[in-house]
C-alpha cells in the first residue's frame, strides 16, 4: 500500500529553487532515509510532506488524501523538524499531557509510557529549561511516537545524542515500523541512514536520487 504519493513538487523561494520536481512514491510500513547535507532540500521535503509549506507546483498525496487540498495535514502524524518547541515552565510530563489533549486520543498512561521508552523518567519534576540537549532531543521522540501515528517524520532524530540515547531512538524507530508505521528519517549522519532504513535517498540542490533498492532484510 502507497503510503505517500508525490508529483512533480517544485518549491521556489525568491527565485531558487529548493526543490525541483520531486517525483517519490513511499510504501507503508517501511523505513526512509534521506541523506544529504545541509540546504539540500531535506527539511523543505519534509515540510511538504507534511503541510507546513504550500508547493509551487505539483502535489503531495499522504494515505489517499491531497495535502492543502483534501486536508491540511496528514490526519495521523508524528513529527520533528529542527526546533522542538515546548514550554519551559513545565515538566516533560506536563508539556506531553497538553498536547495530547488536543486530539484526546491516549491516556496519561499512555504519554509516561513514550516517555519511558525514550529512556526519561515521566515523574522527573523539573521544569523543561532546565532539560539538556540530549533529554530534550528524547522528549521530542516521545512527542513524535506517543499517539501511535501511522506517519512519523523525524528530521535528524539523533541530533545531541549520546550513544547510550542513539541507541535507543534506533530501537524505538524499528519497533515503531513493526507496528506498521511509514517512518521517515532526514539526516546528515550516514550510518542513520544505513542502520536503520529500507530504503535510502541523497538530496542534493533540491533533487531526489535513488541511492539504491530495498537496503535491509526483513
Known sequence: MKAIEIRHLTKTIGGRHILRDVNLEIESGKIYGFHGRNGSGKTMLFRAICGLIKPTEGEVIVFGKRIGKDVSFPESLGLIIENIGFWNQWTGFQNLKFLASIKNIIDDGEIKNAIKRVGLDP??????????????????????????????????????LDEDGVNIVRKILLEEKERGATVLI????????DILCDYKYKVDDGKIYDAGSEIRDE
Open 123 to 160: 515523574d522527573d519534576i523539573r521544569p523543561y529549561k532546565k532539560y539538556s540537549l540530549g533529554m530534550k532531543q528524547r522528549l521530542g521522540i516521545a512527542q513524535a511516537i506517543m499517539e501511535r501515528p501511522q506517519l512519523i517524520v523525524l528530521d535528524e532524530p539523533t541530533n545531541a
Open 186 to 193: 532526514a539526516s546528515h549522519i550516514k550510518e542513520d541512514i
